[in-house]
């Protein structure tokens, strides 16, 4: 019996300690991760309506990020291209900007095992959102993810940090991107 009401109250403890985070935090703010999304090969992620994702197997972490329209002809380019090709461990980004702040962070992972959690958090703010990760099905060790701040209501940001963390919450990378730089 003590075994189970210790699991009982840790559990409660969890849950209440949870519960009174969602409180403290702004509305849209992630605490957790985001689920996987996993895709086939070369098919469309819709981000938003201006920007969609795409992942290839060819090449190392080859992925593409276009408008709509262009995602076809954006595809057939980048399965000549090598691909990011980045370090084991790490992330690498990109930003779209318009009007002085940035409207789509989008980038690649590379990890051993697992996927990471990616926080995406703006310049200033001691808590970040959770950027969606997405990997190819059947493939391990890499994928892509992208933060849309009008999704989350984030306007007039131009520069974040994105950390990346394994499977037990330890940082294996971190980036700082900003329209200034």
């Keep these: 019996m003590t075994g189970q009401s210790i699991f ?6 969890g849950a209440a300690a949870t519960a009174a985070m969602v409180v403290l935090l702004p509305q849209g703010a992630q605490a957790g991760g985001m689920d996987l999304v996993e895709v086939a090969p070369y098919e469309r ?32 380019a980048a399965k000549q291209y090598p691909g990011s090709n980045i370090r084991p461990n790490s992330i690498g980004a990109g930003i779209h900007g ?4 940035i409207i789509l962070v989008e980038g690649v992972w590379r990890l051993d095992e697992g996927v ?10 001691d808590w970040g959102y959770g950027a969606q990760p997405v990997a190819l099905e059947d493939e391990n060790g890499w994928g892509t993810f992208y933060f849309d701040p009008a999704a989350w209501e984030v306007d007039g940001v131009d ?6 963390s394994d499977e037990d919450g330890e940082v294996f990378s971190e980036l700082e991107v900003s329209l200034g730089s």
């Design 159 to 164: 520069s974040y940090t994105i950390t990346a």
């Design 116 to 125: 990471p959690h990616i926080t995406v958090t703006p310049e200033g703010q």
């Design 98 to 101: 318009q009007d002085g702040e």
């Design 8 to 13: 009982k109250r840790a559990l409660f403890t």
């Design 45 to 76: 992620v819709e981000i938003n309506d201006d920007f969609v994702m795409g992942l290839l197997p060819e090449g190392e972490q080859n992925y593409v990020v276009s408008s709509p329209s262009s995602f076809d002809e954006s595809i057939e």
